[in-house]
């Protein structure tokens, strides 16, 4: 018998009393469940018995590993793997239920620096926007949904938790409460979005409200919070719609916000400030994104551009 659940309850207690999303933390259990039983398949039963080696071996085996899709899993699944293992043994550690911490000096794999995909010009974003037939009331508050995303930049989980509360359309501002990290931070949002939702909240809202008491800002014809699933697929149909030829998801209008706002020269940091990045370089990728606009200046000003031979 092994003594991981005992071991898994006390962390997930811990992650608990410190504030972490209880997504995050419904995450790491699930890594840290698929890390015991490759441990117990190779017969290590005991938490003090993992060295350093059998994490850097894991570490390999998730690398080597096809995943559900026929795909070798990503860098980014290997370090969020790797994120809750070492995030477990530094708490035992700390806790003095180790005497170290066998994951302290085993590296992340290095991430590759990717561009956002998909990115829409600010016609193509207006397209997709104007797509919701505003006459019904779930057309409205999806029109509302497509103005706050291009408009903010928020997530989409963050945009799904928004309650009443934490819009004030009158001064323009969205407070989003536990975003990623667990952190909570206060945006800008347009005056045009701020048109939607106040109208949303008078004259659309009262119509899909069936629980008095539920606060969150949008709601299906059913009364109840809308879902990730149902943002993600009205995104699909209304970009369907427009005939766009990219793949345009919730986080386009997050990508589509940040870059259009850099190449209209808003301040880097701003837009950090504005995504919730707790670090620039999160932020920094967009900077990339704008080449295509130097690419242009360079063909038409550049002297040579210009030379026939």
Request: charged share 25%.
């Amino acid at each position: 018998m092994s003594d991981f659940d005992a071991f898994k309850e006390k962390y997930r207690r811990h992650l608990t009393v410190i504030h972490y999303a209880p997504e995050t933390i419904k995450r790491y259990i699930y890594f840290l469940n698929r890390f015991f039983a490759w441990l117990e398949a190779q017969g290590i039963t005991e938490i003090s018995a993992v060295t350093k080696d059998l994490v850097q071996d894991y570490q390999t085996h998730l690398y080597e590993t096809i995943n559900g899709r026929g795909e070798p899993n990503c860098v980014f699944h290997q370090n969020n793997t790797l994120k809750a293992i070492k995030g477990l043994f530094r708490f035992l550690a700390e806790q003095n239920y180790l005497v170290s911490d066998p994951s302290r000096d085993v590296s992340y794999a290095r991430t590759p620096k990717r561009l956002p995909r998909s990115i829409l010009t600010g016609p193509e974003a207006k397209k997709v926007i104007h797509a919701p037939n505003t006459k019904t009331a779930t057309g409205y508050r999806d029109r509302a949904i497509i103005e706050v995303f291009y408009s903010t930049g928020i997530r989409r989980n963050e945009l799904i938790n928004l309650e009443l509360s934490d819009v004030d359309y009158h001064e323009g501002f969205v407070r989003i409460n536990s975003g990623k990290g667990n952190k909570d931070r206060v945006v800008p949002i347009g005056k045009i979005a701020c048109r939607y939702i106040e109208n949303y909240v008078k004259a659309v809202r009262p119509m899909l409200v069936k629980d008095p008491t539920d606060n969150h800002l949008f709601l299906t014809m059913n009364g109840t919070k809308i879902s990730k699933n149902r943002v993600w697929q009205l995104i699909k149909v209304y970009s369907k719609k427009t005939k766009i030829k990219k793949n345009i998801t919730t986080h386009t209008f997050r990508h589509t916000c940040a870059t259009l706002m850099l190449k209209n020269k808003a301040n880097i940091r701003h837009i950090q400030e504005l995504l919730g990045h707790s670090s620039l370089d999160s932020t920094q990728v967009y900077t990339s994104v704008t080449i295509t606009d130097l690419k242009e200046v360079h063909s038409k000003c550049h002297p040579r551009e210009k030379d026939r031979e």
